[in-house]
């Protein structure tokens, strides 16, 4: 069955980076894109960028351009997000989620469980 | 840039009938599907309807999608209301380079 699981909660200081792994099984990693939404606490969706699993190339929301990388590493179907640095507002829970059909936009059919990423001094 | 809206809350009665709208801010909401997803509290979300009308497998057909045109916009209706579809939901569409989330709708089921 399709999975993706991600890594734990992170606490990080204001400027500092964070990395959030999600790692996918039960299907062709390379065969589905790879998109990360954020959540703030008590707030709505927002769209972060999405990552080609199978050449590694890279969109992302204007917001975050500058501070954001995706990569992925295929030995081990992962898929990594980097936010540097970070801000009090950056405090949400991360979600990794696929795109429905290979699609590249569209409906994500499958999301990992979320990462809590809390900013605190 | 392209934004989708939608009502910040709407609550109806068990066994009645709710509509939540998600309207486009440009372009014809038609050209590029549209997503509605249920997000319970503490959970990720989950697809209810993806590409206008079309219902996941295990999501009741209570659920339904469509598009008018007219009013550039997307709608989510829910049959039969249960107190388990209360939750979040979200309209998500998309332009050339970026997915694209309403600012959610919290349903209260009462």
């Known amino acids: 069955q399709v999975q993706l699981v991600q890594s734990g909660a992170e606490v990080k200081k204001p400027g500092a980076s964070v990395k959030v792994s999600c790692k996918a099984s039960?299907?062709?990693?390379?065969?589905?894109?790879i998109h990360w939404v954020r959540q703030a606490p008590g707030q709505g969706l927002e769209w972060m960028g999405i990552?080609?699993?199978?050449?590694?190339?890279?969109t992302y929301a204007q917001k975050l351009q500058g501070r954001v990388t995706m990569t992925r590493d295929t030995s081990t179907s992962t898929v990594h997000m980097e936010l540097s640095s970070l801000r009090f507002e950056d405090t949400a829970v991360y979600y990794c989620?696929?795109?429905?059909?290979?699609?590249?936009?569209?409906?994500?059919?499958?999301w990992g469980q979320g990462t809590l990423v809390t900013v605190s001094s | 840039n392209f934004m989708l809206t939608q009502p910040h809350s709407v609550s109806e009665s068990p066994g009645k009938t709710v509509t939540i709208s998600c309207t486009g801010s440009?372009?014809?909401?038609?050209?590029?599907?549209v997503q509605w997803y249920q997000q319970r509290p503490g959970s990720a979300p989950s697809t209810v309807i993806y590409e206008h009308n079309q219902r996941p497998s295990g999501v009741p057909d209570r659920f339904s999608g469509s598009i008018d045109s007219s009013s550039n916009s997307a709608s989510l209706t829910i049959s039969g209301l249960k107190t388990e579809d209360e939750a979040d939901y979200y309209c998500q569409s998309y332009d050339s380079s970026n997915q694209v989330f309403g600012g959610g709708t919290k349903l209260t089921v009462l």
């Open positions: 990552i080609n699993t199978y050449s590694g190339s890279t």
């Open positions: 989620a696929r795109l429905y059909g290979g699609n590249s936009f569209g409906n994500f059919d499958y």
């Open positions: 039960g299907y062709t990693f390379t065969s589905y894109y």
């Open positions: 440009s372009g014809s909401i038609a050209s590029n599907y």
